[in-house]
């Protein structure tokens, strides 16, 4: 898996059937987003973090276009699977299938890369408080900073069970449980509209 689209040209029948088996898409979705995918995608089939935004932007439901932003900016961030800068078809539909169709499960590792801004694998108090930052600055006037500290200093009193100043993603579930609004922050932008 992964090898037949990774000098990232147009797909062939085989890798649309087996993306199908990889994600939650029928044959018939898989073909439907490629010509979307198509409409923005550049000679070798690959889409920038531009094409990305202007081909999602429409999923993406959000209270503002600040919001919205940077939001997007954070999912071209954790589709783009290899790190190469642009979004392959294989990572537009994996990411996709999770992005519209994942598991509860899914959804969270979804949430949890959308944190993890340096890849780390783990997320850091600066990473929640840079994000949680910038999305309460577009939905409150006032300054937040250091109430965003406080709360982003509790989640890890109540969270960093193992105490090394890192969520894991495991930890990261269990904040599932004892801090929903945290999840319900970012998960609230993965309920997308179906066309
Ligand atoms: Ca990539
Ligand atoms: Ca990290």
Redesign the pocket.
Known sequence: MGQLLSTAEVPHEKDEAELKDETHFTLNEIKRLKQEFQKQANPDF?ISKEQFKSTLTKHVHCWSVGAQYIFLERLFDAF?????????FR?FIQGLSVFMKGSAEEKMELSFRLYDIDHSGSIEPKELINIMGKMYSEFYHEDQTQKIKQAVEQIFADLDINGDGSLSLHEYKLMALKEPMLIDFLEQFLIVTPE
């Open positions: 690959t783009d699977t290899d790190r190469n800068k642009s979004i392959d990572e």
